[in-house]
Structure formats: structure tokens, C-alpha cells
């Protein structure tokens, strides 16, 4: 069972970060955390405060009072109400008991019981966001959003990132109050294996809430459009607003570019025209996530630092990556004049920004494999992976210091990825502003090919771009940001690919290449499968079982080749030889 499918994630995500770090260390208490973390893993039971658990195996009173200090600060952070601790619930039901007695005794009615304040989450906590996500969906229809756009729609919403812990100690973001909000009913979920959420009808009240609030009105106004379900207007700013040259978004839409039929070859794909851009039609602009904050009560640290340097980012939730650098023109209706959308082209270059300690959580949970997948499919052809040094525990250090190796030489040669490695934020920031002055530098003084977005679907963009690429490799090619973001944003489609992709590389030995050369040959599990089927019974069908892969991909060179022990491995997973 997966850690987030138990009846307590929260605390025992807690209890295992203790458990890890105890082993880490070789420390006398790993046995009293094993046995309290697995204890805790198997209870069906749900605990609504940390006391409660002295009930289990390996649970004394000093370890439920560490767990209270943790839960006291989550609920702070994230503006939540904390839990009544047992012992008061129980002497302020007890209390009532005994007046309902005496007033009973004396012939008088019990006092009513007083209605509980209605809940209203915390102004710019991750609940908060979430509420505000949701309730731009139309309320009367069966919309729900994946978790990706729940975060795309919040985060301007939070003073928390969605997906970086503002403590780099721990492992909690704003999405981590999404499990409050199942809880208390006001969201639901559905779907699997790609969740979707949308608001229940106590959310939806919770939500006309917010928007009565005097700090919805006077903080979060300028996105009242997000509760009318108005997000045609999603990126509506008044024009005094000082936010507006920072975060104010282009129009888009996640059907900009429809999904396509299946490209089996290149004859298939459509005749390339282009829209020409001439020099001094338009300027090379950086746009920076969002999310990337240095700490919860500095979250415009780097924005307000590369202004120093001179370079004034686009502030806005990108589909992909950290960074990126588009050109936007002069004349807003260019574009739209000649067959396109929006003022803005992406170019050919985009950052993935890591600090030590997260690089080594990505690797661990395999986030790192798949946030490469999602770099090399986004068809920018320059990616820049940036590594902050930070100072580590000595033990974690050691431990994971021969994986950082790897995953960095795997990203230089593997993957072709330009790997520049910095001390600090503010050397991250020098560098992102001197790339920023050199890329005006070359793109401002040339034509700009750009691909009609009537041309693409999300299935023939990468072979047809390539194509344009290998006919013309002196120039570049390019897509408007609208396009570029509907691509990346049809995470659904992608789904059973992923999916794949990752069952493949649980099998030890299967790297993410070699899982990639796989689906190349066998689109779907349905057609792995299928093959290992066609191979036949017997002792001369398990052979030919254990022979599949390395027969397709024995001749290939390095770490994409497999071979018959690898083979026969996989065989014996999906073959069932």
C-alpha cells in the first residue's frame, strides 16, 4: 500500500521522516520508529488528533507530543483549525452531560448547543487556493480538474508553492491541503490512475464564503472571475495595478491545439508554411514560474533581484519547466492577423531549476525520469538543467552523492541537457539574467519561422517540428506560447504513455532510455503484452518469451541496448514466462 492511500498520510509522513533519518544515522531509536511506523501504516483507522495513537504498537506519550507539535505547526502554516486534543473533547462532552443531568433534574431545558463557526479557510493558504481553483469550473456540470491545473489555477491564489516545501527540511506543500478539504467533504475525487477533483455542494458554499470575505475583496478582487466562472476574463487586471506588467496572463486554452490522430509517418503529416517574423517586430522577454520562491515570507526574491540586474521577468505558472524565454511583439495583432494567436513565441531554450536536497528527493520518487520526459517532449531543443549547491546532513550526503553523480551524467550524455551547477540562488540569478542579455542578442536580430497553429495537433507536433528542423537546420522553427502550453497541458493523453513508461522502469535494470526504446516498439501495455502472447506456450514459446526484447534491441549501442538476462527478466514480468 502506498503511503498516501493509508488512513493517516499526514502523520505518517511524519513518523517516516524520522524513521529515514534515524536509519540515516544508524541511531539507537530506528527500531521505536520501524515499529511505530508500521504499526501506523496497517491501522484502517483514522485519527483526528495525535494522542490518539498511544493506542498502537510502538506509540508512547513523547513521540504523540512530537507528533501534536508537527500537526500544530501544519495547521499554522496552512491556516487550518487544530484538532481538539482527547482528553478536552471528551471533559467538554462530559460537561454537557452533566448539565443536560442537571437541568433535567431541575425541570429546565438544556441551553442550546452553539452552531459552529462555518469554515472558511485561511486568506491565501493552500485551502484557500484550492477553493478558488475549483470554484472556477462551471458549478452545474460534472467538470473536474487534475492536480496539475487545480495548481495552475491556485498558486496565484497562495502565499505557499504547490510544489517546493517553503522549509527545505520537509516534504509538505499547499497541495497537502487538499487532503483537509477531502476530508471535511468539500472536495471529491474521482478517477484513476489520473485523479480528478472538483467541489462538493458544502465547497461550493464554502466557496461564496471566500468571496464575502472583505480580504477576498480588498487582496484577491482582481480574480473575482475565478467564483463566476468567468475564465475567458482570467487574466483581467486593473490598469493601475502594479501586478499587471508581472503577472497578467495571455488568454489560453487547453483545446488551442486539438488532440490529432496518431502519426505513423512522415507522409502523413501536412505541407510546412510558416509566418515570418522580421527583425525588430518583436523582443526576447524571460518568463519565470510562479512557484519559484525562496521562502514563504520572501516569495519575490528572485523576480525583484533580476530586476537589479536589469531583466524584468513575466510572471506566470508555465506548463514546463522553471524558466523560459519567449519573444513577444510589438504589435499585439500581428499574429492574429496572419493565422495565429496571442503576441508571444517560444524560443528554443527553457531552465529546470533544482537545489541539491530537491534533486535528490526527485530522484528518489522518480520525479526526476519524468520530468525529463516531459523537457525532451516539449520540443525546445536547448534545455538547461541548473543545480544549486546547498549545504546537506554529512550521512545524506554520502549517501546519495555516487546517485547525484549518475543522474548528472546521465542528464549531459543521455539526455544532451546543458547541466550548470551554482552556490547559491543569487548566482542562479546572474546567470538566468547574463543568458537573458545573450539571448536578445541573437534572436532579436533575426527572422523568426513560426508554425501556424492550424498545422499542429498534439500528436504530429514533435515529428513535424523535427521534420521542419531536418529540412532547414540552419534556421529555427517555432510555435506560438498559446500552442506550447496546450501541448504540454494535455496531460491526459499522455497519461497511458507515462504510465507505461513508469511500470517499465520498476523493473530493475530498466532505465528511462531503455524504457523509451521500448515504447517505441510497443506502444501501449495492450500491445507488450499482446506480443509476449504471439510467442506461444510451451518450452519453445518461452524462449522466444525470454528472447523478445533483446531480439528488438540487442544491437543497439550503450545503455540502450538490452540484453538476454535483462530480457528474460522483463519476460518473466509481463510475459508471465
Same mark, same amino acid.
Given at each position: ?6 488512513? =493517516? ?35 484502517? %483507522? ?56 442537571? +437541568? ?15 469554515? /472558511?479557510?485561511?486568506? #491565501? ?30 498558486? $496565484? ?28 467533504? @468539500? ?30 475583496? *480588498? ?15 482570467? !487574466?483581467? &487586471?486593473? !490598469? ?16 488551442? /491545439? ?10 502523413? @503529416? ?22 519559484? &520562491? ?9 523576480? =525583484? *533581484? ?67 520526459? #516531459? ?29 547525484? +553523480? ?12 546543458? /547541466? ?13 539574467? $547574463?543568458? +537573458?542579455?545573450?539571448?536578445?542578442? %541573437? ?5 523568426? =519561422? /513560426? %508554425? ?16 521542419? #528542423?531536418?529540412?532547414?537546420? *540552419? ?9 506550447? !502550453? ?23 535494470? &530498466? ?5 523509451? *526504446? ?60
Amino acid at each position: 500500500m502506498d503511503d498516501a492511500e493509508t488512513a =493517516n498520510p499526514q502523520l505518517l509522513g511524519w513518523v517516516k521522516e524520522w524513521y529515514d533519518l534515524a536509519r540515516e544515522r544508524n541511531s539507537k531509536g530506528v527500531t521505536t520508529y520501524r515499529r511505530a511506523y508500521e504499526s501506523l501504516k496497517a491501522c484502517p %483507522i483514522s485519527f483526528e488528533h495525535p494522542a490518539e495513537l498511544q493506542q498502537l504498537n510502538g506509540f508512547g506519550p513523547k513521540l504523540c507530543q512530537r507528533l501534536e507539535e508537527c500537526l500544530k505547526k501544519h495547521c499554522q502554516e496552512h491556516g487550518l483549525p487544530m484538532p481538539e486534543h482527547p482528553h478536552v473533547r471528551k471533559a467538554a462532552e462530559r460537561a454537557v452531560e452533566m448539565e443536560n443531568e442537571s +437541568t433535567e433534574a431541575a425541570g429546565t431545558k438544556p441551553k442550546k448547543t452553539r452552531k459552529p463557526k462555518a469554515y /472558511v479557510p485561511a486568506l #491565501r493558504s493552500g485551502a484557500y487556493a484550492i477553493v478558488v481553483a475549483l470554484a472556477s469550473l462551471p458549478k452545474d456540470t460534472s467538470s473536474a480538474m487534475t492536480k496539475a491545473q487545480v495548481i495552475e489555477a491556485g498558486q $496565484r491564489h497562495c502565499d505557499s508553492s504547490f510544489t517546493a516545501p517553503n522549509d527545505p527540511t520537509k516534504f509538505y506543500t499547499a497541495w497537502n491541503s487538499m487532503k483537509t478539504l477531502l476530508e471535511k467533504e @468539500l472536495v471529491y475525487e474521482r478517477g484513476r490512475p489520473l485523479r480528478k477533483y472538483a467541489l462538493t455542494d458544502e465547497g461550493w458554499e464554502v466557496a461564496e464564503r471566500i468571496k464575502g470575505t472583505r480580504e477576498w475583496l *480588498e487582496q484577491d478582487g482582481d480574480g473575482e472571475d475565478d467564483l463566476d466562472q468567468q475564465p475567458d476574463q482570467s !487574466s483581467r &487586471v486593473p !490598469s493601475n495595478s502594479p501586478r499587471q506588467t508581472e503577472t497578467q496572463l495571455p488568454t489560453t486554452c487547453s483545446d488551442t /491545439v486539438p488532440d490529432g490522430e496518431a502519426i505513423r509517418d512522415t507522409a502523413s @503529416l501536412p505541407a510546412l508554411r510558416t509566418i515570418r517574423l522580421p527583425p525588430g517586430s518583436f523582443s526576447v522577454h524571460l518568463l519565470l514560474d510562479v512557484r519559484e &520562491v525562496r521562502a514563504k515570507t520572501d516569495r519575490d526574491y528572485m523576480q =525583484n *533581484e533580476l530586476a537589479k540586474q536589469g531583466v524584468t521577468p513575466i510572471m506566470r505558472s508555465l506548463e514546463v519547466g522553471d524558466a523560459q524565454w519567449v519573444a513577444k511583439c510589438h504589435d499585439p495583432d500581428l499574429l492574429r492577423q496572419q493565422g495565429a494567436e496571442g503576441d508571444e513565441i517560444v524560443l528554443d531554450w527553457i531552465v529546470e531549476r533544482k537545489r541539491l536536497d530537491d534533486l535528490i528527493g526527485s530522484i528518489k520518487d522518480g520525479r526526476f525520469h519524468e520530468q525529463k520526459f #516531459r523537457l525532451k517532449r516539449s520540443g525546445v531543443k536547448k534545455v538547461i538543467y541548473i543545480i544549486e549547491e546547498i549545504a546537506l546532513d554529512p550521512a545524506m550526503a554520502q549517501k546519495y552523492e555516487e546517485s547525484v +553523480t549518475s543522474a548528472i551524467a546521465s542528464t549531459q550524455v543521455v539526455s544532451d541537457y546543458f /547541466v550548470k551547477r551554482t552556490t547559491k540562488m543569487d548566482e542562479t540569478i546572474k546567470y538566468m539574467a $547574463r543568458m +537573458t542579455s545573450m539571448l536578445k542578442g %541573437i534572436y532579436e536580430n533575426k527572422t523568426l =519561422n /513560426v %508554425i501556424p497553429t492550424n498545422l499542429l495537433t498534439a500528436q504530429n507536433y514533435l515529428p513535424l517540428l523535427e521534420k521542419a #528542423r531536418q529540412q532547414d537546420p *540552419e534556421n529555427g522553427y517555432y510555435i506560438t506560447y498559446q500552442a506550447f !502550453s496546450s501541448i504540454a497541458s494535455k496531460s491526459e493523453m499522455m497519461t497511458l504513455r507515462d504510465i507505461f513508461l513508469k511500470m517499465l522502469m520498476t523493473i530493475k535494470g &530498466v532505465t528511462g532510455e531503455r524504457a523509451l *526504446e521500448i515504447q517505441k516498439r510497443w506502444k501501449t501495455p495492450y500491445e507488450f503484452v499482446k506480443a509476449f502472447e504471439d510467442c506461444g506456450t510451451g518450452t519453445e514459446g518461452k524462449k522466444r518469451k525470454h528472447e523478445l526484447v533483446s531480439g528488438e534491441m540487442g544491437n543497439l549501442f550503450g545503455r540502450k541496448r538490452i540484453q538476454k538476462a535483462l530480457s528474460q527478466k522483463i519476460a518473466e514480468v509481463w510475459g508471465d514466462a
